[in-house]
């Protein structure tokens, strides 16, 4: 087992791709096992190409917090720390954390397993508003919340485009002058100013 957690950085590193199982999706077990984290550590530091699956049901449960609890999001990411993980073999478990201290840091690993799991669920909110039918994304809850989202990642590219795209659906649906379309200017503004486009954002908060 010992020359099997050594030589885990390099299978990754030779594969090129790692999938994470989130299950379930707001604590994902596999990180609560050194030897998943350190994968998910080699998959981030060697560039290799990092996905999630997740069954349908927590696909389903996902995409209902995304509408309907946003903060619970970013709650359970939070929530994922790396000096939790544990082996079967308490050996592997101090062999394991000691490397990922001496190579990054423990807190440096979390942050980067953390970012990984928060891009992951990031793709699985795009893969979902995906599926919604053209006509009805602008205005789609789904949108918003994951516009919403991405802004508190820090991606306020990525979220501005979707809250404009959410603006001129709510505008398209209810007109000039109602609530909805009040928030949905009050949501772009406010990434505005966070990417620092004072400017475009006062004419929307």
């Avoid at 349908?56 to 995409?63: M, T």
């Avoid at 891009?119 to 039918?133: F, H, M, N, S, T």
């Avoid at 516009?147 to 959410?166: F, I, P, S, Y």
Wanted: charged share 25%; proline share 2%; net charge negative.
């Amino acid at each position: 087992a010992g020359a099997d957690v050594a030589r885990l950085g390099e299978c990754v590193r030779a594969v090129g791709h790692t999938v994470l199982l989130l299950e379930p999706w707001h604590a994902p077990e596999p990180l609560r096992r050194a030897y998943c984290v350190k994968e998910v550590y080699h998959t981030q530091a060697s560039g290799a190409r990092f996905d999630v699956v997740m069954s349908a049901a927590q696909q389903a449960a996902f995409e209902k917090a995304l509408v309907e609890d946003l903060l619970s999001i970013a709650t359970s990411v939070a929530k994922v720390d790396v000096r939790d993980a544990q082996c079967r073999k308490r050996e592997d478990t101090e062999a394991i954390l000691g490397e990922l201290d001496r190579d990054v840091g423990l807190v440096q690993c979390n942050q980067l397993v953390v970012g990984l799991l928060r891009d992951a669920l990031a793709a699985q909110g795009k893969a979902a508003l995906a599926r919604v039918p053209a006509a009805e994304r602008g205005a789609s809850v789904l949108n918003v919340t994951l516009g919403l989202m991405l802004g508190q990642q820090g991606r306020l590219d990525e979220a501005e485009a979707l809250l404009r795209e959410g603006l001129r659906g709510s505008e398209a649906v209810y007109g000039d002058a109602h609530i909805e379309v009040y928030g949905a200017k009050s949501n772009r503004g406010a990434v505005l100013m966070d990417a620092g486009k004072r400017d475009e954002a006062n004419g929307l908060v």
